[in-house]
């Protein structure tokens, strides 16, 4: 079957413009799971939808990051305006639902410069 | 709230050695533990998990991990490692009551060399 698509694989901008990334799921997947993972760091989760629904957007910060899921199937991830602290991979997975195992794309590196 | 402790940053091995990468996790509830692997340029790939039943769970190349809940570990080994387990491995749990969050350490470079 095929993975989690994301895209670009590469973005760079400059402090204080906007971006987006795109993901879509593995085909019948209900939970899609956006993470930050910062270089050293582990990754950690953005947002997380059921279907079109937020389940969990407790460390999205709202004032400049937002996500829909519009169709319950592929998802955007926005960052308008972007600083310095967003250089980061993010990551998109996505799980048959809850309490299944997660299955990650390959991410887009953000550089912010 | 849930956290994972991953203690070392960088594990350098020689090929053919065995290995064990430490994963401690605090939490106030039952957990679920995972191991990722994430080779460079790549997402994460699920390489084990603990649900539950038995403590010691293994991945079809070779890896094991044993859940220990007295010292709330989950530390993954390896006899003989090659030259293709060089990644960074990353510990993760959830909260069975949870919805699926996985919060992560902050990994461990495994280095094999010749």
């Known amino acids: 079957e095929a993975g989690v698509a994301q895209s670009p694989r590469y973005k760079i901008i400059e402090k204080r413009q906007s971006v987006a990334f795109w993901c879509n799921p593995i085909?019948?997947?209900?939970?899609l799971y956006w993470y930050q993972q910062i270089l050293g760091q582990g990754p950690k989760l953005l947002i997380q939808f059921q279907n079109n629904g937020v389940v969990d957007d407790s460390q999205l910060p709202k004032d400049r990051f937002s996500a829909e899921r519009l169709k319950g199937v592929d998802s955007t991830l926005k960052i308008q305006p972007a600083k310095l602290e967003d250089s980061a991979v993010y990551l998109c997975?996505?799980?048959?639902?809850?309490?299944?195992?997660?299955?990650f794309g390959d991410g887009t590196r953000l550089s912010i410069l | 709230a849930q956290s994972v402790t991953q203690l070392d940053s960088q594990v350098p091995v020689f090929e053919e050695a065995p290995v064990e990468l430490r994963c401690n996790y605090s939490s106030s509830v039952s957990v679920y533990l995972f191991w990722y692997v994430q080779y460079p340029n790549q997402g994460l790939q699920l390489l084990l998990k603990?649900?539950?039943?038995?403590?010691l769970v293994e991945s079809i190349n070779g890896f094991e991990a044993e859940f220990n809940k007295s010292q709330t570990s989950f530390h993954l080994r390896k006899p003989s490692v090659h030259i293709s387990d060089t990644a960074e491995y990353f510990c993760a749990v959830s909260d069975p009551g949870g919805g699926n969050k996985l919060t992560f350490g902050t990994g461990t470079q495994l280095k094999v060399e010749l």
């Open positions: 997975a996505s799980s048959l639902g809850l309490q299944q195992p997660q299955h």
């Open positions: 603990y649900l539950s039943g038995s403590t």
């Open positions: 085909s019948g997947h209900a939970t």
